[in-house]
Nanobody
Framework: QVQLVESGWGTVQLGRSLRLSCAAS????????FAWFRQAPGKEREAISC????????VYADTVKGRFTTSGDSAKNTVFLQTDNLKPEDTAVYYC????????????????????????WGKGTPVTVSS
């Protein structure tokens, strides 16, 4: 059974950090690019980072570049999103998604979700940042 399960939810104050995890099972981890998305209340889901295991490439949206870091542990079949210097505008439900069809250059594009359904999604984990 294919699963992506996010964890690491929390409520934190401005400037603090959280580490989100996405545990994958039921498929071969190595061949997939894993992207982190987030969706704030009343807004569209947006891609914020991507880690491609096949070439170790990492890509970030401008809104999180320099504050968030994505990584992967193939031995644990898990990808991580380290979120530092959190701001109230980072408040959202965070999702991970995986696909073999696209590299990170495509998965990070805003229009990708308009045209494609990514292969696997987690159910999301909420992050709230208070000021």
């Amino acid at each position: 059974q294919v699963q992506l399960v996010e964890s690491g939810w929390g409520t934190v104050q401005l400037g603090r950090s959280l580490r989100l995890s996405c545990a994958a099972s039921g498929f071969t981890f190595y061949y997939y690019a894993f992207a982190w998305f987030r969706q704030a209340p009343g807004k569209e889901r947006e891609a914020i980072s991507c880690f491609d295991h096949s070439n170790s490439r990492k890509v970030y949206a401008d809104t999180v570049k320099g504050r968030f870091t994505t990584s992967g542990d193939s031995a644990k079949n898990t990808v991580f999103l380290q979120t530092d210097n959190l701001k109230p505008e980072d408040t959202a439900v965070y999702y991970c998604a995986a696909d073999t069809r696209f590299g990170c250059s495509t998965m990070i594009l805003p229009e990708t979700l308009q045209y494609y359904t990514l292969k696997f999604w987690g159910k999301g984990t909420p992050v709230t940042v208070s000021s």
